[in-house]
């Protein structure tokens, strides 16, 4: 897991280290030293931690004119056992929220598993979005079927065209931009 790293073909567009009004500004990386884990196994060390034993994240874009975010995810989402959910809204998309963040992508291919408890903090993140939307891309069949055993689908979307996404092959804005239409015909009657 070492060398599974994020996404990093948008740093000329963003870096979160870089950004004056995102949870990760003034963070410093090393190039080799591994000092976090998801269980026994080293992770590379560009991923955030964010108060997580289990799930790190990376910020690939923020856009606060067009109020989005794509945020990458690695590792084991653990509601259950580690309340991931409380510290992934609380550490990060809070404050997103209050930079005028209101349309989330995340991206799941490296979720290796899912277990949830309560849909709380999964509400409180979807009441506060106005007329935004949080889209999940590319999380693992188990995964999917996890958050619907979970009665996440109200305040997530995921699955259908939102699996086998190519989302590496478009610029942020693109993606943005494909997402929001995929979400619109979704709720049109």
Partial sequence: MHELEPFYNWRHLY???DDSRSPFHGRSYSEIYCSHAVYNYLIHPQWDEFGSA?????VLQCDYN??????????????LLYNDIMFFYRNVIEDMLDQGIIHFILIGENILNFHADG???YQEW?????DGWIVCLNFRDHVVDEFV???LDYYLAFGGKFDGFNWRALE???????????VMKRLMP
């Fill in 149 to 151: 055993r979970a009665r």
């Fill in 119 to 121: 849909d709380d903090y």
């Fill in 15 to 17: 870096v979160a280290a």
């Fill in 66 to 79: 067009l109020q989005y975010a794509v945020i990458e995810l690695l590792g084991e989402w653990n509601d």
């Fill in 54 to 58: 289990t799930l790190y994240l990376k």
């Fill in 126 to 130: 979807f009441d506060n979005l106005e």
């Fill in 172 to 182: 942020p804005e693109q993606l943005f931009e494909k997402i929001n239409e995929l």
